[in-house]
């Protein structure tokens, strides 16, 4: 599957409103930020953020390019109408995209309940 831009976040007010609405999960080497996509039947959305405290521009471009591989792979890994930020914590040498994908899953489950139970009908306060 091709990972062309509209399947990309790359703005700063997309990320900002990303990191604000969303629901937030922490594993060792990232932290994932899933909220609701602006059309609820989009194909999923992902962003990366990779800053210069995680090594130089070479570390960070491979963390991006792992992190876009494992999205790629696992295409079911966001249903639709999710978008996904992954901000990296840390590099690590023997990191690979299925790395990635363990640790996502992790941490996936509780997300997405997070996710579905705010959106589902609120029960009337006693």
Known sequence: MKFGPERRIRKRPEFQALQAQGRRAVSPHFV???AKAPAP???PRLGITVTKRVGNAVRRTRIKRIVRAAFQQENGLVPRGYDLVVIAREDHRDLCPA????QFRNSAKKLLRSLTADSGPKAPPP
């Open 99 to 102: 790395d990635v994908v363990a």
């Open 32 to 34: 994932f930020i899933i």
């Open 41 to 43: 039947d989009a194909l």
